[in-house]
């Protein structure tokens, strides 16, 4: 496939003699929106975890940008993620001690940039203007959401991971953030992985892939 930019191969991830999932192969091209669909415990999560680094796998490869992610120690995968990655988990991971616009510009932070004017693009753009200086106990579910979602963005990544992104948003504000999503996707001409059990957003998707222990299938 030309200009892909994420490879997966043959993958499998156990736990114990238990597979989760085995077979797994599916590449993203840049400038490429895919959603992965499938029931419940499947392994969607770990899934982007492994293509993320963050978790290891037992079976298969997974290549981003032509690296082997198996080759790249610790030090390495985390320089990697920090670059080319942004993820938002289904679990935030907003710092507590960081104000909303200190959480958004920490990638940037990391990689050197300070750029002030993007992180409060960022926040216009997922609907948090005027909110940078708040505290993350001060914010609702929906708001720490777009807080992950506009962390993720602000270092324009080619590969972004994103775990049920609008699962916590109301219709309206959830197609808002898919707008941005998508934005991202198609002005950048990063790549998009999003695990979702929303129909209006896999609709959106270029591409829908529905994961299950012994594979992917796209349809």
Do not use: Y
């Given at each position: 496939m030309t200009d892909a930019l994420v490879g997966v191969h043959g993958l499998g991830k156990r736990y114990g003699d238990a597979y989760v999932f085995r077979g797994v192969d599916l590449q993203v091209r840049r400038g490429e929106f895919?959603?992965?669909?499938?029931?419940?415990g499947v392994g969607k999560s770990t899934l982007l975890n492994c293509m993320a680094g963050l978790d290891d796998w037992q079976d298969g490869r997974i290549e981003l940008a032509g690296r082997s992610l198996a080759e790249l120690d610790d030090r390495a995968r985390a320089l990697l993620r920090r670059r080319e990655i942004g993820?938002?988990?289904?679990?935030?991971?907003?710092?507590?001690?960081?104000?909303?616009?200190?959480?958004?510009?920490l990638?940037?932070?990391?990689?050197?940039?300070?750029?002030?004017?993007?992180?409060?693009?960022?926040?216009?753009?997922v609907g948090l203007a005027g909110l940078g200086g708040r505290l993350p106990q001060q914010l609702s579910g929906g708001q720490l959401q777009r807080v992950a979602i506009a962390r993720a963005l602000?270092?324009?990544?080619?590969?972004?991971?994103?775990?049920e992104p609008t699962g916590n948003l109301d219709p309206a504000t959830a197609e808002q953030v898919l707008d941005v999503l998508v934005g991202q996707v198609r002005g950048a001409r990063a790549a998009l992985v999003l695990v979702?059990?929303?129909?209006?957003?896999?609709?959106?998707?270029?591409?829908?892939?529905?994961?299950?222990?012994?594979?992917?299938?796209?349809g």
């Open positions: 895919i959603a992965i669909v499938g029931e419940s993820f938002v988990f289904q679990a935030f991971h907003v710092l507590p001690h960081l104000d909303v616009a200190q959480n958004v510009g990638p940037l932070l990391l990689l050197g940039r300070q750029q002030p004017a993007r992180v409060q693009a960022m926040l216009e753009a602000v270092h324009e990544p080619p590969l972004l991971l994103a775990d979702t059990h929303s129909g209006a957003a896999a609709a959106r998707a270029d591409r829908v892939l529905h994961l299950s222990a012994t594979g992917v299938r796209e």
